[in-house]
Nanobody, 123 residues
Framework: QVQLVESGGGLVQAGDSLRLSCAAS????????MGWYRQTPGKQRELVAV???????NYASSVKGRFTISRDNAKNTVYLQMNSLKPEDTAVYYC?????????????????WGQGTQVTVSS
């Protein structure tokens, strides 16, 4: 059984910073790409940032230069440092991690989602 637990959301003012965390636990053999998505009511979930197992990163153009994704492989955790927050960053943020659990043999990773954490930025 694999679980993702997110933390770090909240209510902040424009210009403030927040740091989201997402920790994977359970019977994990390998973690591949780890990423963050966000969703607002009535809209599709969109990619915010992703980091590969080798450390390569990719960002949505709307957050480039303000957000930084990182990972701690020893802790099976991915982080999203969000600086200079804007009201349009308000959304539920979900982590997404590609995981190969122990005992399933050689196969592509499964996609796991966190429970979501609300980020609200007031103007």
């Amino acid at each position: 059984q694999v679980q993702l637990v997110e933390s770090g959301g909240g209510l902040v003012q424009a210009g403030d910073s927040l740091r989201l965390s997402c920790a994977a636990s359970g019977s994990i053999w390998r973690l591949d790409a780890m990423g963050w998505y966000r969703q607002t009511p009535g809209k599709q979930r969109e990619l915010v940032a992703v980091i590969t197992s080798s450390g390569s990163t990719n960002y949505a153009s709307s957050v480039k230069g303000r957000f930084t994704i990182s990972r701690d492989n020893a802790k099976n955790t991915v982080y999203l440092q969000m600086n200079s927050l804007k009201p349009e960053d308000t959304a539920v943020y979900y982590c997404n991690v590609e995981i190969v659990p122990r005992g399933v043999g050689i196969r592509p990773p499964y996609q796991y989602w966190g429970q979501g954490t609300q980020v609200t930025v007031s103007s």
